[in-house]
């Protein structure tokens, strides 16, 4: 074969050996062996070791390996057939990207080869018990000499900490207050702020700063070992210091900082009696619970919000008056927040919210909700009106089911917002505003969550109603039992389930119709028009045990009943039927 050379691009190039053209069209490289032209290309392509494959128009390689690699794939942009793993470590070459078949004799095809992560040394043998506490300081220096072993001696100690302080019979006082200090030294020393000057405690820092694992470790023991002290006021503040400083770390990764919110709450717990909780660190809480609420990530901004909702409701072990409730409608940022981050772009977000806002209608004061209402120019109708339009226009189902927890807590615990959620709940369909005809569409909604939330609201308003009427012109129970009797006939199973347990309910409590007699609501079924009218009739007709039981029977129940095989065996004995035609 003769060499020439292009005019454009200056290389060398080798003429295929066939009727081609001019060299100067030939587009084989010429380092290659028995290179072709990509004229010839299209008709065969014959490999160096003499095994033929698919036509390669779009690109050419300098050199192939024993065998043909993957017929018609593509090759990598270096012009370099690929090649598996191992088969880099024998040829001492790093292409830009490895495939999923490899060019040389490993079969069968193998898949993208996942990073693998290197294994740390193992764990020498314990040193026995004869060799003291400097045995023991002595072999974990020894361990603890690369990062691996020292991330996961670290995390084993700390993570055996946490189970024996979550065991019935936890740590004495000494014991937990050692290991709470431990343990406080070790995620200070992971987020930088206390360095050690020595040798040892240095290269120890260099191992541990910014490590993600050994933080929520750490945050989580943190959590456990919060356990109610007298006269620890110096360890409470140096945990509430190192815990502040991890919401405050600008590199904390978004799981690290929801640890470090719930090792928070768990020591400003009411029951603990945090006498640390000076105006200092409440200044300190409020500018770091600031800057996460309206953190880039949504997984921050979730985690705030649950912080809230969680400092806002009271404990069910505490006196009236949480440790967290008071400075937090100190400073007004509870409420404010909430409300905000009701417009979130994230779905979750926006569920939280309204858990928060729920918790902050709930819990605490009545005062102080009062207060931030009136700092926020905003009234109950308000807040029970942007209930509403989650309720009814989130496009998401998380919001919607959080909605419909929140108005079910708000009406069964009492409250500012009881009576208008009665006011609607008893108001007949064609007197409701869009309020009401949120309600009565959460019913309908295509989220099942969401009906079977929606109708444990109705249930409640169903027995509140018929305990205190809420005025003349109200339907009373009525409009609430007339969506109870549409999800009888819902598509979703659990809806229907949920309808049905809630009506035997009402009927054990006395505020159902009697079956074949008037009674219960039928009273105010004129005044809850035709439809309250005809659920009261279909009350007194249906036979809700039976239902039950009709709803609680499995699906294949029609396929693997007696009658059904009756029915094949009858069909398949019919003599008509075999010389029919197969319609397959």
């Known amino acids: 074969m003769e060499r020439g050379r292009t005019a454009a691009a200056g290389r060398p190039w080798r003429r295929c050996g066939r009727t081609c053209g001019p060299a100067g069209r030939a587009d084989a490289w010429a380092s290659g062996r028995r290179a072709r032209c990509r004229r010839c290309w299209t008709f065969t392509w014959r490999c160096c070791c003499g095994a033929a494959s698919l036509p390669q128009a779009s690109f050419t390689y300098r050199r192939c390996c024993r065998r ?100 019935e019979r936890p740590l004495g006082r000494a014991e937990a207050t050692a290991a709470t200090e431990g ?146 409608a100190r400073h007004g940022l509870h409420a404010g927040a909430a409300w905000d981050r009701l417009s979130d772009a994230q779905a979750y977000v926006r569920a939280s919210a309204v858990a928060a806002l729920g918790a902050m209608a709930l819990g605490g004061d009545g005062a102080a909700w009062a207060r931030a209402l009136a700092t926020l120019h905003l009234t109950e109708d308000d807040v029970l009106g942007r209930l509403c339009d989650v309720l009814s226009g989130d496009v998401e189902c998380f919001p919607r089911r959080a909605a419909c927890r929140v108005l079910t807590a708000c009406l069964r615990a009492g409250g500012s917002l009881r009576a208008p959620l009665l006011a609607l709940a008893s108001a007949p369909p064609a007197r409701t505003g869009p309020a009401g005809a949120a309600l009565r569409a959460a019913a309908r909604d295509p989220d099942w969550e969401v009906k079977v939330n929606a109708l444990e609201f109705w249930e409640a308003a169903a027995t509140l109603l018929a305990r205190e009427p809420v005025g003349p012109a109200a339907g009373g129970p009525a409009p609430a039992l007339a969506v109870l009797v549409a999800a009888l006939r819902d598509c979703d199973r659990p809806a229907a389930s949920k309808a049905c347990a809630a009506l035997m309910a009402l009927a054990d ?12 609501a039928g009273g105010d079924a004129e005044d809850g028009g035709d439809a309250s009218a005809d659920a009261t009739d279909d009350l007194r007709r249906l036979d809700l045990p039976a239902l039950r039981d009709e709803l609680e029977r499995r699906s294949d129940y029609v396929q693997s009943g007696p009658a059904s095989l009756l029915r094949d065996i009858l069909a398949s004995s019919d003599g008509a039927l075999l010389d029919g035609a197969d319609c397959y």
């Open 509 to 520: 409590a006395g505020v159902l119709p009697r079956r074949g007699g008037a009674g219960g």
């Open 68 to 167: 043909c690699w993957n017929r018609g794939t593509r090759g990598t942009g270096c012009r370099s057939p690929p090649l598996c793993r191992s088969c880099l470590a024998r040829s001492g070459t790093q292409p830009r990207r490895t495939f999923t078949r490899c060019c040389c004799l490993c079969s069968p095809p193998l898949r993208r080869p996942a990073r693998r992560r290197p294994r740390g040394p193992p764990l020498p043998p314990l040193p026995p018990p004869s060799a003291g506490a400097v045995g023991v300081a002595t072999w974990a220096l020894r361990h603890m000499g690369t990062r691996a072993g020292a991330v996961g001696l670290l995390c084993h100690a700390t993570h055996l900490l946490s189970q024996l302080a979550g065991e």
């Open 183 to 328: 343990v406080c030294r070790v995620v200070a020393l992971s987020l930088g702020l206390d360095v050690p000057q020595s040798p040892t405690g240095g290269r120890l820092a260099l191992f541990l700063i910014g490590c993600s694992r050994v933080q929520r470790v750490g945050l989580d023991c943190l959590a456990a070992l919060a356990a109610p002290t007298e006269g620890e006021d110096a360890l409470g503040r140096a945990v509430v210091k190192v815990l502040l400083g991890c919401l405050g770390s600008p590199d904390a990764d978004p799981s690290v900082i929801a640890k470090a919110f719930r090792a928070l709450q768990r020591w400003l717990e009411p029951e603990r009696d945090p006498v640390w909780l000076t105006s200092d660190t409440e200044d300190a809480l409020v500018r770091v619970l600031a800057l996460r609420l309206e953190d880039s990530r949504w997984e921050v901004r979730d985690s705030s919000l649950e912080f809230l909702a969680a400092g806002v409701s009271a404990s069910p072990r505490a006196a009236p008056g949480s440790a967290l409730a008071p400075w937090l």
